[in-house]
């Protein structure tokens, strides 16, 4: 069982994905609990989640009621990704993310692609500006909460 908070996470992706990318591998019992804490608070009228296996995950399905995936091509995204988290980083720390990301981690996007894309509910482009891709995800929201 793979833990989502490994440190060796690019290399833990990689694998997961060279055998077979079955997102039940994961054991995601943290996550769930503190799910179920907030659902149990009943003061929420949503909870938004930053999960990348859509409905894939036997554990967190059924909590799920609309998902959402923001398409963002694979260069795009580790650009961002880099300026976001390697700031003030040394260079050798950026190349070692570089590195990973091409031995094991890319393989691990692609996948995502293949089967998490096609079970979310909304594709959203990824290209748009985070106030856009923002106002899109509260549109469908409203609309889901309508019917």
Known sequence: MMTMNSRAFLDDLGKWADNGADYNDW??????????????AKSLNYILL??????????????????FYIDTPLDIAMARRLLRDFRETANERVH??????LAQGRSAYLVMDEKVKPNSDFIIDG???????????IEKIGEEDAK
């Open 127 to 137: 290209l748009l500006s985070l106030d856009i891709i923002t106002k899109k995800i």
């Open 96 to 101: 070692e993310e570089l590195e990973a990301y």
């Open 50 to 67: 930053d999960y990348p296996f859509a409905y894939l995950h036997h554990d967190v399905s059924d909590l799920i009621n609309v998902a």
């Open 27 to 40: 054991d995601l019992t943290p996550f769930v609990k503190d799910i179920e804490l907030l659902l149990d």
